[in-house]
């Protein structure tokens, strides 16, 4: 929320501020690829599954009987091994694929009865995505391909290059403006395709794997770009992603896809300590855990703090705890934002935790 | 038993009746190629030899290299000197020609069949046959549509080239990556948009290997044309066979090779970006001033060639 926004208010900045409107909204969606559709609807209606249906029909279901909603400016997390779906539902959000049932809506629109012109003018202004092989334009100039969808939406070649050389500065590319995107590394070229996913300044953004192409570091690297972007403007983002530490990180909340359907949407906290099936539980036994607590998350209120060792707040990280606990003589105090003890951590309670999530 | 199909009479009686029906179609056909044949010829053979040959040095500097410019002088010079320059320059019209046709109705039947898989499957057959039959066979419907001359020796010719193109148009756009044509999409592109920023660009490499073999094409066959009146250096080869004149057919195999060489260097280029890092500082003195001077008779091929200046440098 900047304060030009707030003195000049125009209608989308509006929206854009009213935190909890609901900005996407997917209702029942199916997609079923080949074959009959409503059969395969039928058969799935009678518990029949994607295995058993492709085998009497040769339909696949790729995405089955989907709901959700993101609110404005929320960071949603789509998770979920490869074939789970994932790809097919954000094409459905922007119907790079026609949902076959269900509606998809965005800003209260629904999407999926729109005309072409209509679904071409919300392409244009309400969203853009970030593609996970970059999908750059070979041919043009890195601020070119920044001002990509400016250049299809008809602005002025100065009005754009401004704008989209204003998106490279944002992801810290104002000096390769003139390049070509062959002379940048993976991680340089997924910034332009951010940037020009920004440039038309989207209340929407989809990212489809955007960071899975690129090296470890690199992808941390743009994962907390990413999470100062949101901060500096905050944006919807739908996010698709198959690694939990990244949907940890950037996710407000993260949805599980499991053979096309939704097993589980919640908090990342939420999906760690409670999850909903063995499949859910898969995606984090290798995941440091530790990275993912809190202080607040494993204070017990049922022990008693030791005497005069240091208070930790509640969204201290496991790090922090470890250094205080280790050198404390017992459990350590841990207070949260209002200032009220929330319990203790002891050595052993935090040994187990650590434990856990070797 | 006897069994006869009498395939060679159903296509005798199927050209007299297109003779017969479509003469004023067939005269506006012929009409519209001599036109386009003559303009050629005469931008080319308007200028004396020195400058040709300046502007193709200068076209083998800027596109290839040094190296290669100083080929195209001596070639050049060769020509000269077998006094070999004006078949040369004919077979260079009519090689530009036959491309050009060949280009302007084979891409947009390319693109039209990468957008079709009806129309792909249905296009692929004729092209095929369009490219096993032997080459002498387009001389004889051409000849008793068109007479004898330059028109029946172009048109044979366009018909003998232009499956490569089309064939890699179709097959360049079909092989555009997929994220790249959804980024399109995304972003709003319609139809024609999506052609022209996403597709038509990233295909163009394998749409210039179809247009530098639609070139190789057209000038094999020129020689060939001949037989029916089509001039040039193939005129110059079929006297030393029918004299047994040894060295002359000599000279004029030569004289294609030289050229066959240029065109191909030269358009092979256009496929993959300049090389010529020593002298990319021409390209951009040349960039605008070349094409309009050196591309006279493929106009097209200057227009679908320029987005990909810049890729290397």
Not at chain 1, 57 to 71: I, L, R, W
Not at chain 1, 94 to 114: E, H, K, Y
Not at chain 2, 215 to 244: D, E, F, K
Not at chain 2, 283 to 307: I, L, M
Request: charged fraction near 20%; aromatic fraction near 6%.
């Amino acid at each position: 929320m900047s304060d030009a926004a707030l003195q000049q208010p125009s209608a989308r900045d509006d929206a854009r501020q009213e935190a909890d409107e609901d900005r996407i909204v997917v209702e029942n969606a199916y997609k079923i690829f080949g074959g009959n559709p409503d059969e395969a609807y039928r058969l799935l209606g009678e518990g029949k599954t994607k295995d058993q249906i492709f085998r009497e029909t040769g339909a696949t279901v790729a995405v089955q009987d989907a709901s959700f909603t993101v609110k404005s400016g929320e960071v949603f997390v789509i998770m979920g091994l490869s074939g789970s779906g994932k790809s097919t539902m954000v094409r459905m959000l922007n119907r790079l694929i026609d949902p076959t049932f269900g509606t998809v809506s965005i800003n209260g629109q629904n999407i999926t009865a729109m005309n072409r012109k209509a679904l071409i003018d919300l392409r244009r202004r309400d969203m853009s995505m970030v593609f996970q092989s970059f999908a750059l334009m070979p041919h043009q100039t890195v601020l070119e391909n920044a001002a990509f969808g400016l250049t299809v939406s008809g602005r002025d070649k100065a009005d754009r290059e401004a704008r989209a050389l204003e998106a490279l500065e944002a992801v810290g590319l104002g000096q390769n403006a003139r390049s070509y995107p062959s002379e940048l590394s993976g991680g340089m070229k997924q910034r332009v395709g951010l940037a020009r996913a920004l440039a038309n300044d989207p209340p929407v953004l989809l990212m489809d794997e955007a960071f899975s192409a690129l090296d470890p570091l690199i992808r941390t690297e743009m994962q907390d770009e990413l999470i100062r972007l949101q901060r500096e403007h905050r944006r919807t983002i739908v996010f698709i992603s198959h690694d939990l530490d990244e949907a940890m990180r950037i996710g407000d909340r993260i949805a599980i896809m499991q053979d096309g359907r939704f097993v589980q949407i919640d908090t990342p906290d939420k999906i760690v300590s409670e999850p909903a099936n063995d499949y859910v539980r898969s995606f984090f036994r290798n995941v440091d855990v530790t990275q993912v607590f809190k202080a607040g998350d494993i204070a017990d209120p049922g022990v008693q703090p030791g005497d005069g060792v240091t208070e930790i707040s509640a969204d201290a990280s496991l790090d922090e705890v470890l250094s205080i606990v280790s050198n404390a003589d017992g459990p350590a105090p841990v207070t949260g934002e209002d200032g009220k003890r929330l319990g203790a951590i002891s050595k052993t309670a935090l040994l187990k935790t650590f434990d856990k999530s070797r | 038993m006897e069994f006869n199909i009498e395939i060679g009479d159903g296509v005798s009686a199927a050209v007299d009746y297109i003779r017969n029906n479509f003469q004023d179609g067939l005269d506006g056909i012929a009409t519209v190629i001599e036109w386009v044949a003559d303009g050629t010829f005469i931008a080319l053979d308007i200028m004396p030899w020195w400058l040709l040959t300046a502007l193709l040095v200068v076209l083998s500097l800027w596109r290839v290299g040094w190296k290669f410019s100083l080929f195209t002088l001596g070639a050049m010079l060769l020509v000269v000197g077998m006094g070999l320059w004006e078949e040369t320059v004919n077979t260079l019209a009519l090689v530009l020609t036959a491309t050009f046709i060949a280009l302007v109705v084979g891409i947009p039947i390319g693109i039209a069949m990468s957008r079709n898989d009806t129309l792909e499957t249905l296009v692929r057959p004729i092209l095929d046959l369009m490219q096993t039959l032997p080459p002498f066979v387009y001389l004889i419907p051409a000849a008793m549509f068109f007479g004898l001359g330059k028109v029946p020796g172009t048109i044979a010719t366009i018909v003998f080239a232009m499956p490569p193109v089309v064939r890699l148009t179709n097959l360049g756009i079909r092989q555009v990556s997929e994220e790249n044509v959804e980024a399109g999409l995304a972003f709003g592109c319609t139809d024609w948009q999506l052609l022209s920023k996403v597709q038509f660009p990233l295909a163009l490499p394998t749409i210039m290997a179809g247009v530098n073999q639609t070139i190789m094409l057209a000038l094999s066959m020129v020689v060939i044309a001949s037989m029916i009146g089509a001039g040039g250096l193939g005129n110059t080869v079929l006297t030393g066979i029918q004299r047994l004149d040894v060295g002359l057919g000599f000279e004029g195999g030569l004289g294609v090779v030289v050229l066959a060489i240029l065109l191909d260097r030269i358009t092979q280029s256009f496929g993959h970006g300049a090389t010529g890092g020593l002298f990319s500082f021409l390209k951009s003195v040349f960039a605008t001033g070349s094409r309009a001077e050196g591309h006279s008779g493929t106009r097209d091929e200057a227009k679908e060639a320029s987005p990909a200046h810049g890729r290397n440098g």
